[in-house]
């Protein structure tokens, strides 16, 4: 059966990446998400999609020149779905003790090699401390994060975000020992899907909006999907 992620909590619903947003993919039923991660300038694991602040809260600056405190100040509800009430930019550390998930992906984007090694090992220390190393996977698309995975954090799980098939997505996982592997909708032909998974990889297909689409990909025997509307797929794929 193919299972619900919800994509940055309910994207399509609410201000992504926010405390609202993912309280809203609770509100469906669906107890497993995807986000994405930055380090602070104080070294908190912030929940937000771009290295910068620009596009979801106005401000100026890059993630990583603000403290958590700072971040934690600023609106994120810019180019959002409307919502009547401030939205600020959630630590990693609020949703563990807020939001009972049973599965998250934690994405995070391309880093330095330093910057790469402090997330990681951020992430499992956190992960540690709330006892949810064993329902967290570390998701990228950086061979540097995948490196450091392998390297500093191997209790971890470990998935590879796939855009492109300019190197075969399947081959590139398994060199770095992932478990999961988070394919562009795009990518996902029932051959590659079913080779993903005789090769032992939980395959998440993302961004996926359309009910057709949500269908058709359920009925190739997808594991997951990756929906900004978890609402709408739980109806969809329970019809």
């Known amino acids: 059966m193919t299972v619900i992620y919800g994509h940055r909590g309910a994207k399509g619903e609410a201000p992504e990446n926010t405390l609202a947003s993912f309280q809203r993919c609770l ?3 669906v107890t497993r998400c995807e986000l994405d991660l930055h380090l602070s300038r104080d070294g908190e694991l912030m929940v937000i999609h771009d290295a910068t602040l620009k596009r979801t809260t106005g401000h100026r600056g890059k993630v ?11 609106d994120a ?17 609020e949703l563990f003790q807020r939001c009972p998930f049973e599965h998250w992906q934690l994405e995070v984007k391309s880093a330095s090699r330093v910057r790469a090694a402090r997330t990681v090992q951020a992430i499992e220390a956190l992960a540690s401390r709330y006892n949810l190393l064993d329902k967290v996977t570390v998701t990228s698309s950086s061979r540097e994060v995948l490196r450091a995975l392998n390297r500093l954090t191997p209790n971890l799980k470990r998935g590879l975000v796939a855009e492109y098939a300019w190197l075969d997505p399947i081959k590139v ?37 359309e009910p057709a689409l949500m269908r058709r990909l359920a009925d190739f025997g997808a594991d997951s999907i990756i929906t900004d509307f978890p609402g709408l797929a739980t109806v969809t794929l329970k019809s």
């Not at 032992?200 to 996926?208: A, C, E, F, K």
């Open 77 to 93: 509800r810019l180019g959002c779905p409307p919502w009547l009430q401030p939205c600020p930019i959630p630590r990693l550390e």
């Open 64 to 74: 990583s020149q603000h403290s958590a405190e700072e971040l934690m100040q600023h």
């Open 27 to 29: 509100e469906h039923g």
């Open 173 to 209: 996982a398994r060199h770095h020992g992932c478990h999961l592997l988070a394919l562009n909708w795009t990518l996902c032909t029932p051959e590659r899907l079913l080779k993903a998974q005789k090769a032992g990889l939980h395959v998440s297909v993302w961004t996926v909006n």
